[in-house]
Structures are given as structure tokens and as C-alpha cells.
């Protein structure tokens, strides 16, 4: 039997995958982590490169380390050995057939929310890879687009500053100050609403708590 939350992540994901849709989004529920991984799996060619940014979710399901071990060509930065490499990486990512990558915050109508620090992970969302494939957990998604907004700003910005073990004011009170210190994350803040070319970016909802 399953349970309330599993029930009510069904329901809203249900709701979710229809308005994503409706933006020419590709997108599917998966009750569980495992589905998911499936899901990705068939999602990517072999013989594809791979890259990601900011993908905690795609992680927690196993996709990084079954793109690392199948017949994938992969770009990943933590195999780099300097920053310049990492660098050189994350440009090379642009270019690659597949992103992987994850949301901040999700609106129950179908719009993403994500911010970021360098960039890198909202430029390759917005232009350059084949195809995005999002993995986003039903605990990002938010009745509407402010309550999104917030969350990215107020509960994921502060819980990767302190993933990061960097020192800014949110990492201190564990709130968002609207701050300008030098190592702020909250340098790019994207509204994704709409899909062009359709189907270009593809959402795999899991019915689990995911990524922070």
C-alpha cells in the first residue's frame, strides 16, 4: 500500500508532467529512484558525451556512475586534476549531446527555477547541449512560481553554501540575506518557462525526496 506521501507526490506529479508538457517540455513521473534511473538510461544513446553540473539528483539515483561505466563518452570535472582543466570542462560540456542536470525549485505549472555561481549550469540549461535531461525529486516542487523562487533562494541556495563549507551570511543565520560576498551562489537566477526547440529539455519527476 502506498503511503500518503508517496500517494500525494503521485497526484501533484501527475498534475506536473501535464503542464510541463503544455510548455513543450518532455517529462515523466517515476514512483521511485529506481524507475527513474531506468527512465534516464533510455533517454540517452549510446555512444553519447555525456556532461553535468549542479546534478545532485541524477547522483543520488546512480546515473552518474552508470553513464561513467556504460558505452558513454562522459565530460566530468571532478576527474580533472586543476582548476584550469575544470574550467576547460565545463566550456567542453556546452557542446556535449546530453547535460544532466537538477532544479532548484519547480512550479506545480510547469516553470524551473534554478540559480547559480559560475554560470555554467543555467548557460548549458538554457543554449548549447542536444538534449537536458532534468532529474528533480517531488520534494522541489512548489504550489506556484514565487513559492519556487523562494525555495531556491531560501532553502537550496543556503543548503549547498554549506555542502560547500563556505562562509557567507546564509551559511551563518541559514537564511537568504540578499548578500554580495565574493563567493555568493546566487549570481544567476533562471526562470526556465518555456521549451524551444520542444523537447529539447526532459524532466524525469521521482516520486522521493532528492537533491537539497
Sequence with gaps: MPTPKALYYHKRGEILVKNLKSRHFDAWYCENREEALKKALE?????????????????????MDAVNNGPYKTIDRDKCQTAEEREQAAKNALFCDVYLTGANGLSLDGQMVNIDGTGNRVAATIYGPKTVLVIAGMNKVMDDLDAAMQRARTVAAPLN???????????????????????????????????????????ILVGEDLGL
Design 161 to 203: 553554501q554549506m555542502r560547500f563549507l563556505r562562509d557567507n551570511p546564509c551559511t551563518v543565520t541559514g537564511t537568504c540575506a540578499d548578500c554580495k560576498s565574493e563567493t555568493c551562489i546566487c549570481n544567476q537566477i533562471v526562470i526556465t518557462r518555456h521549451c524551444r526547440p520542444a523537447g529539447r529539455i526532459k524532466f
Design 43 to 63: 533517454l540517452i544513446p549510446e555512444g553519447a558525451t555525456v556532461s553535468w553540473g549542479g546534478a545532485m539528483s541524477a547522483q543520488q539515483i546512480g546515473l
